[in-house]
C-alpha cells in the first residue's frame, strides 16, 4: 500500500493534505535553547511554550520563500508533522516548491523527506499546485497568483505549458507590517507582529465595503517603554496596504503581459486564480479585477490551495516500483491528459 500525501512547507505553516483524510496544519517554528542551541518543540506546541519560556529560547522558522537555511531543524519540524500520518508501507508525496528553487535546494528538501519517512518525492511549482486545489486544471489557459506569507508565486498557464513563472517578494506578512508601521507613525506605538496581523484580518481591507469594526490593543510607547491601550478601527487602516498592494498587483500586471498572443482571448476570459492565505484580506480579488481588467476568483478555503493541489497531482502521478526524486511540473499536464 502507498499513503498519498501533499505537503506544503510555507513560511508561516506546514500543511498536509490527502484526498482521504482531509487537511493537517502545523505552524513552521521550532523553538530553540538560547544557550545550547538544541530544540524544545516545534509546531504549535512551540508557539505555546514560547511564551512561557520567552526569556531562555527563541522561535525559529527553518525556511523562507521555500529555501532551507537550517537542515536540522528543518528535519525536526517535518519529522514532527509527518509522524501524525497514518503510514503504509510507502509514503509518497508531492512538496510545493517556488519557481526559483536551485538544484542543490530541491536535493536538500528531498534527503530531508527521505529522513523523514517518505520514500517517494516529487516536486511540483506552488502556483501550479494551487490552480489544482481551486478546482481548476494545467490545461487551462489562466494566471494563478499564490500570496503566501512572504512571496507570491505566479504562473502563466497555456494549454498545460507554464510559459511564465515568477515569485514576487512580497505576501501576507508585508501587509502586517504595513499596520504596525501604521500605528508606530500614529502615536508612536509599538506592537507585535501578531497583534498586527490579527488587527489586519479583522479591519483590513483594500476595497469598499467591509463592515466598520474596531478592536481594542495593547502596545509600548517607544518613547517611555510603558503599556498603552488604543483602539483601532476599519476607518483608520484604510489605505495603509498600499505599497504592499502596488508592489502585488504590477507583478500580476507583469504576468497578463507574458501571456502568448494566441492565447491572450482564452487567458483573459479565465483570468486570475487567487489563492493562499495572503490573499484572503478583504476585496483583494476585487481590486485585482478592477485594477487589471480581468475575471479574478478565488475558492473557499484559499489558505490550503497548494496542499490539496498537490495531493490531488500525487493521486494522478503512476505508482512506479522504485523511489522517485524529480519535479514534475513540466509533466503534469500528461497526467491530466492521460486520466481524461
Not at 481588467?293 to 484559499?302: I, K, S
Request: a neutral charge; proline letters at 3%; glycine letters at 10%.
Amino acid at each position: 500500500m502507498v499513503t498519498k500525501i501533499g505537503l506544503d512547507l510555507g513560511y508561516a505553516n506546514i500543511t498536509i493534505s490527502d484526498t482521504g483524510a482531509g487537511v493537517y496544519r502545523e505552524q513552521s517554528v521550532a523553538l530553540i535553547d538560547k544557550n545550547s542551541r538544541r530544540i524544545i518543540s516545534v509546531g504549535n506546541s512551540a508557539i505555546e511554550k514560547g511564551e512561557e519560556l520567552s526569556d531562555q529560547a527563541v522561535l525559529v522558522r527553518p525556511f523562507k520563500n521555500g529555501i532551507l537555511f537550517d537542515k536540522q531543524i528543518t528535519q525536526s519540524v517535518v519529522s514532527y508533522v509527518t509522524d501524525a500520518l497514518p503510514k503504509d508501507d510507502r509514503v509518497r508525496c508531492t512538496i510545493g516548491v517556488p519557481s526559483d528553487l536551485m538544484p542543490k535546494q530541491e536535493k536538500e528538501i528531498f534527503d530531508i523527506l527521505s529522513e523523514a519517512g517518505i520514500s517517494d518525492c516529487y516536486a511540483v511549482n506552488r502556483s501550479v499546485a494551487a490552480l489544482i486545489g481551486a478546482g481548476g486544471s494545467p490545461l487551462q489557459n489562466v494566471i494563478s497568483v499564490n500570496v503566501g506569507a512572504s512571496s507570491t508565486e505566479i504562473a502563466v498557464l497555456n494549454n498545460g505549458e507554464v510559459v511564465y513563472a515568477h515569485k514576487e517578494p512580497v505576501g501576507g506578512e508585508d501587509f502586517d507590517k504595513a499596520v504596525r508601521r501604521y500605528i508606530s507613525d500614529q502615536g508612536g506605538v509599538n506592537v507585535s507582529l501578531s497583534v498586527a496581523r490579527a488587527i489586519k484580518e479583522q479591519l483590513g481591507s483594500v476595497w469598499h465595503g467591509k463592515q466598520e469594526e474596531t478592536v481594542d490593543i495593547e502596545g509600548t510607547l517607544s518613547l517611555t517603554g510603558n503599556k498603552v491601550k488604543m483602539t483601532i478601527s476599519t476607518e483608520d487602516i484604510v489605505g495603509v496596504f498600499e505599497q504592499p498592494l502596488h508592489k502585488l498587483l504590477m507583478a500580476v500586471a507583469v504576468a497578463v503581459k507574458k501571456i502568448p498572443l494566441d492565447a491572450v482571448q482564452k487567458t483573459l476570459k479565465n483570468g486570475v486564480v487567487l489563492t493562499g492565505g495572503g490573499a484572503m484580506i478583504h476585496g483583494l480579488d476585487l481590486m485585482m479585477s478592477k485594477v487589471l481588467g480581468v475575471t479574478v476568483r478565488m475558492p473557499a478555503d484559499p489558505i490550503d490551495s497548494v496542499a490539496k493541489g498537490l495531493s490531488i497531482i500525487n493521486t494522478k502521478i503512476p505508482v512506479k516500483g522504485r523511489a522517485a526524486r524529480k519535479n514534475v511540473t513540466s509533466t503534469i499536464a500528461t497526467y491530466y491528459k492521460d486520466n481524461k
